[in-house]
């Protein structure tokens, strides 16, 4: 625990190093209100390197982030320029700044409560004490200094160092869950994040806000965000894993299922050009569409304010993809998978392929997985262009011949010849 406390310099020697660091230590240098805190202030601990810096001060937090801004572009950056964004939420008194290659939150010392449970908090001006408090969990209660006279020194939490050294996530208060129960999703993400289990007590706690509905008490917006979040993780299927433990899932109606392997099975399909994020969604979503139809799914991702083409794009492929199970098995050829599949979203045919491992039928993996590795980026060295010179009118005809040249490419029954693609191509029988 004394090495934690002891390395205050060290962290804001690290900071320095971090993108938007030196300008936010040259600005906090001549004030002692400036605290660098919460997830910031525990990676750096941690020797990882975090995602934004979180930055606490007394009073105006949007001035404070003005004066950041114009500090981070360097003079003639214009690129740096235009990437510079500052976004000021004056009801919870923050500000965020957004450059390239990094983000910084600004944000008023405050103390919160919570008119009823699962409400947004009442703000107020509050103490650095009180400010801690407010604070999900211990590990993200450690705050550093960053200027003046306690340049370096750190605050902390109760508990908060000791639960850091033993990789513990503990709520900083009884009613956490309960006034916010975003920190459920929160719990799920840290833990598979950090690699830190929650301590008996605040496991118990979750159990307990579950139980009584905790969720139902907040908005649909706000646990969506933490879905989507956690959708996002580096490490999401250790995130889902953690929510289906905590019960989570179950707890959206009409119930999310999650299913691990299947998970990692679809990604390990999944190019590279499609949506990770979507493709574990839907394998979230295809047990409850097999279950209570598409209609219940709508509904819960409209409620959770998914954007209409992500909603739409994960709940179709959990619904093609047990169809396209049954049906990759009985396609020999590969222009009897392109005729399936070209049209098909890739994160469908990701689960289909995942789906057909999972229930040991091998034809179909290995067809999904052909399609998405090898066939599908098989490409004709003629266009239309070149069957429009040949006096092909423009039409319908030209897409149908195209095709039939690029059905027996696929079937090894034409060379890369553009010679012979475009004989094919005019001979082909329209």
């Known amino acids: 625990m004394e090495d934690l406390r002891a390395s205050g310099q060290a962290l804001l020697a690290r900071l ?67 990437s510079l964004q500052t976004t000021v939420h004056e009801r919870f008194g923050t500000a965020l700044v957004s450059f390239q290659g990094g983000r910084i939150d600004v944000a008023a ?29 211990t590990v993200n209660a450690i705050a550093v200094a960053l200027g003046g006279p306690r340049a370096g020194s750190v605050r902390a939490a109760p508990c908060a160092f000791e639960d850091l050294a033993s990789q513990r996530l503990r709520v900083l208060h009884e009613r956490s869950f309960l006034d916010d129960p975003t920190r459920l999703l929160r719990l799920a993400r840290y833990r598979a994040r950090l690699d830190f289990e929650p301590e008996p007590r605040t496991g118990e706690l979750a159990a307990e806000a579950l139980a009584a509905g905790a969720l139902a008490s907040v908005s649909g917006a706000r646990v969506g965000r933490e879905l989507r979040l956690a959708l996002e993780e580096v490490d999401a299927i250790g995130a889902l ?55 219940p799914l ?78 599908r980026h098989v490409r004709l060295r003629i266009s239309g262009d070149d069957l429009l010179a040949a006096g092909i009118p423009t039409g319908p005809e030209i897409g149908q011949r195209l095709e039939a040249a690029l059905d027996l490419r696929l079937d090894g029954k034409l060379d890369d010849s553009p010679d012979a693609q475009l004989r094919a191509a005019l001979e082909a029988a329209v």
Not at 18 to 39: K, M, N, T
């Open 298 to 375: 709508l509904a819960l991702l409209d409620e959770l304010e998914f954007v209409a083409g992500d909603r739409d794009r994960a709940i179709a492929a959990a619904t093609l993809a047990p169809a396209l199970l049954e049906r990759l098995e009985g396609l020999e050829s590969p222009s009897q998978l392109r005729e399936a599949l070209h049209r098909t979203p890739l994160e469908a045919v990701a689960l289909a392929g995942a789906l057909g491992e999972a229930h040991r039928r091998p034809g179909a993996a290995t067809a999904a997985r052909r399609w998405l590795s090898e066939l």
């Open 109 to 137: 010392r405050r103390s919160e409560s919570y008119p009823a449970p699962g409400a947004l908090p009442d703000v107020r001006a509050g103490t650095p004490d009180e400010d801690l408090a407010r604070r999900d969990f």
């Open 241 to 295: 894993a953690a929510l289906e433990e905590l019960g989570v899932l179950r707890a959206l109606p009409p119930g999310l299922d999650f299913d691990r392997a299947l998970a990692r099975r679809a990604l390990e399909l999944l190019p590279a050009d499609a949506r990770a994020d979507l493709e574990l969604l839907a394998s979230l979503l295809v047990r409850a569409v097999a279950r209570a139809g598409e209609a």
């Open 16 to 82: 320095r190093e971090l993108p938007g660091g030196s300008c936010l230590l040259e600005l906090a240098a001549g004030r002692d209100d400036v605290e660098l805190i919460g997830g910031a202030t525990r990676d750096l601990l941690l020797f990882r390197s975090p995602r934004e810096l979180d930055v606490v001060v007394d009073g105006d937090a949007a001035s404070f982030a003005a004066e950041l801004a114009a500090k981070l572009p360097g003079p003639g950056e214009e690129e740096a320029e235009r």
